[in-house]
């Protein structure tokens, strides 16, 4: 339950009014986002929402933070990502809540709180306003969901059974979307390869690939059954911009498209107006997707601060001590930094960063190599980033339930890698360095995220 599914760029500040071209025929919606000073992933596209008009075109401009990202969309997955919208509106403000009241009861580990104790702890917090979003959250998904309890009457039943409840009634309603990545994080090439089909849905043999003719783009005209951009190729740290014309004939409507990496949370609207209705400007758009990016990030880059002030952070209410190989959050996304960036050791000692997220912890590392490899005929993962390397121990195959990772030893020279490690909490990884000196070292699949060991 309130689970999630499993920029560099430049802006035009300036506001101008609305107007009926908009300031251009193209609006640009940021995928994913980083700010300059701290490295994070954010799987969210901002704004959430854009209007246009037929004719103009939607720019999907992709941050490289080396998480890939598709835009997925069409009339197959839209009553899905419809219903999803309620389920992660909770989900979203529920976690916003709990990051500020401690006292909340953690969904991922309830223990043995009861749904009582869940509502009155939930009445209790604040601020107001985000309380009474989650209420109100929870009342509207009742309205639908009537299996739900009534959080204002709330039944003695121990929140584990709600929790199991949420999750079930919750997959009903985005469950059938395609993902571009099975269980077991392997590629399924039926939509991590583009894909527009004007009826039906993708091959339902994962290793398939729609034909030649079907992955070829057409102009958006609201008719499509899917329209996937299949995983956005990297084409260089200012690159990476998937448009979308939006056809003449477009029937005026809302359309929504998502991640089928990252999942429904992140989503899209694309509302059509009728052709001459005043629509928000490139710049307003612009501007808008800056500022909604920026407060999605703002509690990422203070909880980075914090941690680097005191070496600690906080998740689900626990204080946690570093060093950090990515910092733990709330947020539908990952704070991908080494803190602190540089560490002092003696030789032979050991070092354990508490891992956040999937990373690596490389030494000499090669030149920048995207975490997707692209062939004529197929997407797969590059195993450069997910295998260990230089004589480090292979970390196991399933890591979900993994707490601690001793990967050995560095004896300075050459490239060794701990291979892709962390889960969805975090993981004890350590490892030994034999040799004086000073060793920079990054994760691979995140190009920001450097740091520096100096080892005497």
Same mark, same amino acid.
């Given at each position: 339950m309130l689970r999630k599914f499993a920029v560099v760029a430049a802006f035009v500040t300036l506001?101008?009014?609305?107007?009926?071209?908009?300031?251009?025929?193209?609006? +640009?919606?940021?995928?994913?986002?980083?700010?300059?000073?701290?490295?994070?992933?954010?799987? %969210?596209?901002?704004?959430? %929402?854009?209007?246009?008009?037929?004719? +103009?075109?939607?720019?999907?401009? +992709?941050? #490289?933070?080396?998480?890939?990202?598709?835009?997925?969309?069409? /009339? *197959? &997955?839209?009553? /899905?990502?419809?219903?999803? %919208?309620?389920?992660?509106?909770? *989900?979203?403000?529920?976690?916003?809540?709990?990051?500020?009241?401690?006292?909340?009861?953690? &969904?991922?580990?309830? =223990?043995?709180?009861?749904?009582? +104790?869940f509502a009155a702890a939930l009445k209790a917090a604040k601020p107001a /306003?985000?309380?009474? %979003?989650?209420?109100?959250? #929870?009342?509207?998904?009742?309205?639908?969901?009537?299996d739900l309890p009534d959080i204002d009457n709330p039944p003695d039943m121990p929140f584990s059974e709600v929790n199991d409840l949420v999750d079930r009634l919750s997959a009903s309603s985005f469950g059938s979307l395609p993902s571009a990545t099975d269980d077991n994080d392997n590629i399924n090439q039926n939509v991590a390869r583009p894909c527009y089909l004007k009826t039906g849905a993708p091959p339902e043999d994962p290793n398939q690939s729609c034909t030649a003719a079907q992955r070829h783009q057409p102009a958006f005209d609201g008719k499509y059954a899917f329209y996937n951009s299949g995983v956005i190729p990297y084409d260089g740290p200012r690159g990476n911009t998937y448009r979308m014309k939006i056809a003449?004939?477009?029937?005026? =409507?809302?359309?929504? *498209?998502?991640?089928? !990496?990252?999942?429904?949370?992140q989503s899209v609207e694309v509302d059509v107006v009728k052709p001459g209705t005043k629509t928000p400007s490139a710049s307003t758009v612009a501007h808008q997707g800056r500022q909604e990016a920026e407060a999605v990030v703002a509690p990422m880059v203070a909880a980075y601060r914090t941690a680097v002030q005191s070496n600690a952070a906080r998740?689900?209410?626990?204080? !946690?001590?570093?060093? *950090?190989?990515?910092?733990?959050?709330?947020?539908?996304?990952?704070?991908?930094?080494?803190? &602190?960036?540089?560490?002092?050791?003696?030789?032979?000692?050991? !070092?354990?960063?508490?891992?956040?997220?999937?990373h690596t912890i490389s030494f000499d590392v090669p030149a920048y190599f995207p975490i997707l490899e692209f062939s004529a005929n197929k997407v797969r993962f590059n195993p450069k980033t997910?295998?260990?390397?230089? =004589?480090? @121990?292979?970390? &196991? /195959?399933?890591?979900?339930? @993994?707490k601690k990772i001793d990967?050995?030893?560095y004896d300075g020279t050459g490239f060794w890698s701990s291979g892709l490690v962390g889960n969805d909490s975090e993981l004890d990884y350590t490892l030994r360095i034999t040799k004086p000196g000073t060793y920079n070292y990054a994760c691979l699949v995140h190009p920001q995220m450097i740091g520096q060991i100096v080892v005497s």
């Open positions: 506001l101008s009014a609305c107007s009926t071209s908009g300031g251009g025929d193209e609006r +640009q919606v940021l995928v994913d986002f980083s700010p300059d000073n701290v490295a994070v992933f954010v799987a %969210k596209y901002f704004p959430a %929402k854009v209007t246009v008009t037929p004719g +103009q075109t939607v720019a999907f401009h +992709q941050t #490289w933070t080396g998480e890939p990202h598709t835009i997925t969309g069409g /009339a *197959f &997955p839209s009553e /899905a990502l419809r219903k999803s %919208k309620q389920w992660f509106a909770l *989900f979203d403000s529920y976690t916003e809540l709990a990051a500020k009241n401690t006292s909340m009861v953690n &969904p991922d580990d309830p =223990g043995d709180a009861t749904f009582q +104790q /306003a985000t309380r009474d %979003k989650v209420l109100a959250d #929870w009342r509207g998904l009742r309205a639908a969901y009537p003449t004939t477009t029937k005026p =409507g809302k359309y929504f *498209f998502y991640c089928a !990496i990252h999942g429904p949370d998740f689900h209410g626990s204080k !946690i001590k570093g060093p *950090f190989a990515g910092l733990p959050t709330d947020i539908h996304g990952s704070v991908n930094e080494f803190v &602190p960036r540089t560490l002092h050791v003696k030789a032979g000692a050991p !070092i354990t960063w508490k891992v956040s997220g999937a997910r295998r260990a390397a230089g =004589g480090a @121990t292979p970390p &196991p /195959a399933d890591q979900s339930a @993994t990967g050995g030893t």
